[in-house]
């Protein structure tokens, strides 16, 4: 099992910024894709970034040129910078990560329990 942690939510103003943070733990072999998904009241989950290990980076139009994604390897840690936030943004982030528990399974997908971020002034 892999267990997602995040941290750094909060209210923000516009035009702000905010850190969020990500920490993966349990039973992991390689963590192929890490990434940040978020849901507003009302409305589907969407992805908003993800990074291979590879450093190969995946953004969705709401968020390009304002968020950076970025990833520890070593620590197993994801990061979402998220510059300028308008209220749209305001949602549940939730960590996403595809892993490989051990050499000999398969991949798995895991979800953290989500982090609130709010912008409103």
């Known amino acids: 099992q892999v267990q997602l942690v995040e941290s750094g939510g909060g209210l923000v103003q516009p035009g702000g910024s905010l850190r969020l943070s990500c920490a993966a733990s349990?039973?992991?072999?390689?963590?192929?894709?890490m990434g940040w998904y978020r849901q507003a009241p009302g409305k589907q989950r969407e992805l908003v970034a993800d990074?291979?290990?590879?450093?190969?980076?995946n953004y969705a139009e709401s968020g390009r040129g304002r968020f950076t994604i970025s990833r520890d390897n070593a620590k197993n840690m994801v990061y979402l910078q998220m510059n300028n936030p308008k209220p749209e943004d305001t949602a549940v982030y939730y960590c996403?990560?595809?892993?490989?528990?051990?050499?000999?399974?398969?991949?798995?997908?895991?979800w953290g329990q989500g982090t609130v971020v709010t912008v409103s002034s």
């Open positions: 996403y990560a595809d892993v490989r528990e051990s050499m000999w399974s398969g991949r798995s997908q895991y």
């Open positions: 349990g039973s992991i072999f390689t963590i192929y894709v």
């Open positions: 990074i291979t290990s590879g450093s190969s980076i």
